[in-house]
């Protein structure tokens, strides 16, 4: 899973993109995530909905492709 700022300058959406599209391409379960105008450290300091969206998402992805 790919989850990434909109806004991040870091890593430009395009990288995320062009990652993700790889990951498709060779058939790897993927999934890209882009919260709107959230900058890179968004899971530290952006919006709290989408600090709380992060922990779901990777919470779920987690549960789901780890033996438990």
Request: charged residues 25%; neutral net charge; hydrophobic residues 30%.
């Amino acid at each position: 899973m790919i989850l990434h700022g909109g806004a991040d300058d870091t890593c430009p959406l395009g990288q995320a993109e062009q990652w993700f599209h790889a990951l498709c391409t060779r058939k790897v379960p993927a999934r890209l995530v882009v919260h709107p105008g959230s900058p890179h450290l968004f899971i530290l300091d952006g919006r709290p909905s989408h600090r709380e969206d992060y922990s779901r998402r990777l919470t779920e992805w987690v549960t789901t492709h780890t033996d438990r």
